[in-house]
């Protein structure tokens, strides 16, 4: 029976009915039997709801798809972006290479991928292609924002843009071969060595924003330690770059413990985070504290008490 026929048999047999919508048609599959309009009544709020609800039923769609989702995303620490031509590299004999490292590659440079291989092999052409790029970005940002790129304030804002968005995430760039450079010396000390208050720039993946704070490093050699002015080195290599706190710290912690093979590391940061201060939730004097421990700094709480004690975090 085709819709219309049957909504015109419908409406004739329940003439008394005054409100008629086109709903009708979609509900008149059902018989005439005496409880036909209570059942209809019931289907209509069910639709009624469904249509209230919609923005909930998307949720429910994307809770519906959420495994598969999940299961595509990229473990950001577990899985490094690794750029193919690293596999070409197996093969080479054990001993010659260091471990497979969540946070530094075979060759040096940590979570690399080919943009960040392409970046520190650019030559001068090539980077000038990229800031042309990058400029033609930034225009357009200002474009949609409401200015006028070409009012003379910020007739040179997007090239210092580029510039400094290239400076802010230079991390991506280094090598922590270089950064080493060797400065590791069999001096026979065991005793916790701690650098405090390492000053953190760094830029939440998220918005793009920055956030700063401190970030104090902890390790117990094994007889060899590492030249102290490395560790913040390190700690601004995996600032400078698109980041969350919660990943920094434990990529420093990893590649310290990778670097120096020590009994054990601990790194701590406290940080300001400007998407939190200046939009969000708009709270001015939080402060987000993460810290990761490693080797004997995770088995003995004795000795992670004594750095968080040192550092000034108590926990
Ligand atoms: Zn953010």
Redesign the pocket.
């Given at each position: 029976m085709a819709p219309a026929e049957d909504a015109t048999a419908d409406r004739a047999s329940h003439s008394r009915s005054k409100k008629r919508t086109i709903e009708t048609a979609s509900v008149s599959e059902s018989s005439a039997s005496s409880d036909d309009s209570s059942r209809r009544k019931k289907r209509r709020d069910r639709k009624a709801l469904k249509k209230k609800s919609s923005e909930s039923s998307l949720v429910l769609a994307a809770n519906g798809a959420r495994p598969s989702a999940f299961a595509k995303r990229r473990n950001s620490l577990g899985k490094a972006a690794r750029d193919p031509r690293d596999q070409a590299k197996k093969g080479v004999p054990a001993g010659a290479l260091r471990s497979p490292s969540p946070v530094i590659d075979e060759d040096g440079l940590s979570r690399p991928s080919t943009g960040t291989r392409e970046r520190r092999e650019e030559n001068a052409e090539q980077a000038e292609q990229r800031l042309v790029k990058m400029r033609g970005a930034v225009r357009t940002l200002l474009e949609c924002v409401g200015e006028d790129p070409d009012r003379e304030g910020l007739l040179d804002t997007p090239s210092r843009y580029a510039k400094a968005l290239l400076f802010l995430t230079k991390g991506y760039q280094v090598n922590v071969e270089d950064i080493v450079n060797n400065a590791l010396f069999h001096e026979g000390h065991n005793e916790m060595v701690i650098v405090k208050d390492i000053e953190i720039y760094s830029l939440?993946?998220?918005?793009l924003?920055p956030?700063t704070g401190k970030m104090h490093i902890g390790y117990i050699p094994s007889d060899t330690v590492i030249g102290l002015s490395k560790l913040p080195r390190i700690a601004e290599m995996y600032a400078r770059r698109l980041q969350?706190q919660e990943r920094l710290t434990k990529e420093v912690a990893h590649a310290i413990m990778e670097i120096l093979k020590p009994q054990g590391v601990a790194v701590v940061m406290e940080s300001s985070?400007?998407?939190?201060v200046m939009r969000?939730v708009e709270k001015t004097s939080t402060t987000t504290i993460t810290s990761c421990v490693l080797g004997c700094f995770e088995r003995k709480s004795k000795t992670r008490n004594e750095f968080f004690s040192l550092v000034g975090v108590n926990r």
């Open positions: 939440c993946e998220h918005h924003v956030f969350i985070h400007l998407c939190m969000g």
